[in-house]
Nanobody, 121 residues
Framework: QVQFVESGGGLVQAGGSLRLSCAAS????????MGWYRQAPGKQRELVAN???????TYADSAKGRFTISRDNAKNSVYLEMNSLKPEDTAIYYC???????????????WGQGTQVTVSS
């Protein structure tokens, strides 16, 4: 029912850039808060950035000035532009939605399967 298609991960050298994409289906996208989280081995999952339905954004301190989150409601998609990447950015990045399903009136958290980002030194 609720599905995410994540793409854009890969291997880059320090200082490089990547653009992550997440296309959602099965939710009312226009009213959803969308976000990107990441998890490195042995660590807890942490918020990288999110953007609500009014396009107000929140960033982790480590991401400010380097990462930009955006959304395209016409495409039901959220993006994360990552610049000046560092080895400590290496993690699996997960797309998240706090959203209502179509014809279901409760806000619930949904998670994508994740995409690997590896930054070499």
């Amino acid at each position: 029912q609720v599905q995410f298609v994540e793409s854009g991960g890969g291997l880059v050298q320090a200082g490089g850039s990547l653009r992550l994409s997440c296309a959602a289906s099965g939710i009312i996208f226009s009213s959803a808060t969308m976000g990107w989280y990441r998890q490195a081995p042995g660590k807890q999952r942490e918020l990288v950035a999110n953007i609500n339905s009014g396009r107000i954004t929140t960033y982790a301190d480590s991401a400010k000035g380097r990462f930009t989150i955006s959304r395209d409601n016409a495409k039901n998609s959220v993006y994360l532009e990552m610049n000046s990447l560092k080895p400590e950015d290496t993690a699996i990045y997960y797309c998240n939605a706090n959203a209502k399903q179509v014809l279901f009136g409760r806000f619930t958290d949904y998670w994508g399967q994740g995409t690997q980002v590896t930054v070499s030194s």
